[in-house]
C-alpha cells in the first residue's frame, strides 16, 4: 500500500529565507507527483505537477523536484513572503489508479 | 470557466438525515473524485468516477453513494448520516490522470 510521508509537520522561517519541503512515498511505480497548497478553511490549489518521467518543475518561486528511484520529491520556496504561509500537500498518483495518496502536509509559517 | 463548485459551503445535519452535497465543473473533464479530510489522516478517497456512466470506489465509500449521469455533475449522497461523518469534502476532477482540480469545499457536521 503506497504511503506518503511529509517531514516536517510544521515549519516556521523569517521572511527571506529559501526553504524545502520534504515528501517521500513507498512506492515508486507512481504516474505523477502533485503539489498542493491550502490556505486555512479553503480548498486545494494546485502549485506543481511532476511527471514520473520528469525531474522537476518549476513555476516561479517555486521549484519542485522528483526522484522517482528513491521515493522522494522535494519543493524548494525561494525567498519566502509572509503570504507563503500555508499548509504545503504532496500527492502520488499510482500507475493504473485514478486516486491520488496524499501526505498529511507541511504547515509553514513566515514570519514578517 | 468557474472550474469546480460545491455546494453548500457549511451544513449541520442531525444522526440518520439524508442530505446530497452537489460538485459541478466545467472543465469537461472525465475524471471525478471525492475525498474527505479529517485532522491528522490527510484527505482519503470515498468514491470516483472516469466518465458519465462508470463508478467505483475508493479507500472509505462506506455510508455513501454517487453516481453520475452527466460529464458536469457528480453529486456525493449520505444515505444515514452518522457523527463519524462530520468532515470537510472535497470534489476534484482531473483530464485523464493529469492534474487534478479541487473545489472549495463543505463543511459537514453530524450531531
Known amino acids: 500500500k503506497q504511503e506518503v510521508t511529509q517531514i516536517p509537520a510544521a515549519l516556521s522561517v523569517p521572511e527571506g529565507e529559501n526553504l524545502v519541503l520534504n515528501c517521500s512515498f513507498t512506492?515508486?511505480?507512481?504516474?505523477?507527483l502533485q503539489w498542493f497548497r491550502q490556505d486555512p478553511g479553503k480548498g486545494l490549489t494546485s502549485l506543481l505537477l511532476?511527471?514520473?518521467?520528469?525531474r522537476e518543475q518549476t513555476s516561479g518561486r517555486l521549484n519542485a523536484s522528483l526522484d522517482k528511484s528513491s521515493g522522494r520529491s522535494t519543493l524548494y520556496i525561494a525567498a519566502s513572503q509572509p503570504g507563503d504561509s500555508a499548509t504545503y500537500l504532496c500527492?502520488?498518483?499510482?500507475?493504473?489508479?485514478?486516486?491520488?495518496?496524499f501526505g498529511t502536509g507541511t504547515r509553514l509559517l513566515v514570519s514578517p | 470557466n468557474a472550474g469546480v463548485t460545491q455546494t453548500p459551503k457549511f451544513q449541520v445535519l442531525k444522526t440518520g438525515q439524508s442530505m446530497t452535497l452537489q460538485c459541478a465543473q466545467d472543465?469537461?473533464?472525465?475524471?471525478m473524485s471525492w475525498y474527505r479530510q479529517d485532522p491528522g489522516m490527510g484527505l482519503r478517497l470515498i468514491h470516483y468516477?472516469?466518465?458519465?456512466?462508470?463508478?467505483d470506489q475508493g479507500e472509505v465509500p462506506n455510508g455513501y453513494n454517487v453516481s453520475r449521469s452527466t460529464t458536469e455533475d457528480f453529486p456525493l449522497r449520505l444515505l444515514s448520516a452518522a457523527p463519524s461523518q462530520t468532515s470537510v469534502y472535497f470534489c476534484?476532477?482531473?483530464?485523464?490522470?493529469?492534474?487534478?482540480?479541487f473545489g472549495p469545499g463543505t463543511r459537514l457536521t453530524v450531531l
Open positions: 472543465m469537461n473533464h472525465e475524471y
Open positions: 476534484a476532477s482531473s483530464a485523464t490522470r493529469n492534474e487534478q482540480f
Open positions: 500527492a502520488v498518483r499510482e500507475t493504473g489508479f485514478q486516486k491520488l495518496v
Open positions: 468516477s472516469v466518465g458519465a456512466g462508470i463508478t
Open positions: 512506492d515508486s511505480a507512481i504516474y505523477n
Open positions: 511532476i511527471q514520473s518521467s520528469q
